[in-house]
């Protein structure tokens, strides 16, 4: 099993994955640049695979189907997919054969019903965790933002994660701004610089990195509270207080 990005958009990433011939794209927002990734790998298209509604996620399933017409595609339960096969949940699970196994994680707080695919090692996950950041807060509300990322921490530390969009310089920037004395994150900066500058996309990258980087993920630690309370002026901000504070500088940032 492999897994390249196809460049979609100014900065998304559309994940195929693929094997013995076979590919699943995740989020297909655009047709145009998974129909010519597959010509030019030869490769038959098999399954989509979405995590939320938005345009840029979906945008191309319709005319991915008219292309193959027998392809599946799994998308959440609860929000309005086009063409949707398999409605899931929390729990379900997706067996792609030689693409791999997939477990179910709901993940509301972006969008109302947005899900995430966890197996072979990694972690599909949309917009709710971007490296360095999270998606903004459209539908949901910031304690069901935190209950998926507790979901998340549950995870192994080596698991890679596939989020849809470039923003990782973008998102650092802010979170120098947030815990300017975190060293991990500084070299973590070094690095994604080496990378942007080569043209080489960022992600994927481990929950363990994210873990000590992202101050998205940092709702309990003292640092994280300590610039959320200077930030919004409550004192002694919860988990919830915490993350809602920081979404809230982000956005305005």
């Not at 990378?195 to 996309?201: A, G, H, T, V």
């Amino acid at each position: 099993m492999n897994v390249e990005a196809i460049r979609a958009f100014s900065d998304n990433y559309i994940w195929a994955i693929t094997a013995a011939g076979k590919a699943a794209v995740v989020d297909p927002g655009d047709s145009t640049p998974v129909l010519n990734y597959l010509e030019d790998n030869s490769l038959s298209l098999e399954y989509i695979i979405i995590t939320h509604h938005h345009p840029d996620h979906v945008g191309g399933i319709r005319s991915l189907k008219n292309a193959f017409p027998n392809l599946k595609v799994f998308g959440p339960a609860n929000e309005r997919i086009p063409e949707n096969n398999f409605r899931l949940k929390q729990d379900d699970e997706v067996d792609l054969g030689d693409l791999g196994k997939y477990k179910v994680i709901d993940v509301p707080g972006h969008t109302a019903g947005h899900i995430a695919y966890y197996g072979e090692n990694s972690l599909f996950i949309g917009d709710t965790v971007f490296a360095c950041g999270c998606g903004r807060l459209f539908e949901g509300t910031a304690a069901q933002m935190v209950n998926s990322f507790e979901k998340i921490k549950q995870l192994p530390s080596e698991t890679l994660i596939y989020c849809a969009h470039e923003y990782t310089l973008s998102n650092i920037k802010f979170a120098k701004a947030v815990d300017p004395n975190n060293q991990d994150l500084l070299e973590r900066e070094e690095e994604c610089i080496a990378l942007r500058q080569k043209d080489i996309p960022t992600v994927p990258f481990s929950l363990d990195v994210e873990l000590k980087t992202n101050p998205f993920f940092g709702y309990n630690r003292s640092e994280i509270k300590e610039a959320a309370s200077r930030q919004s002026g409550i004192s002694k901000p919860d988990s919830v207080g915490t993350f809602a504070a920081i979404r809230s500088w982000k956005d305005s940032f």
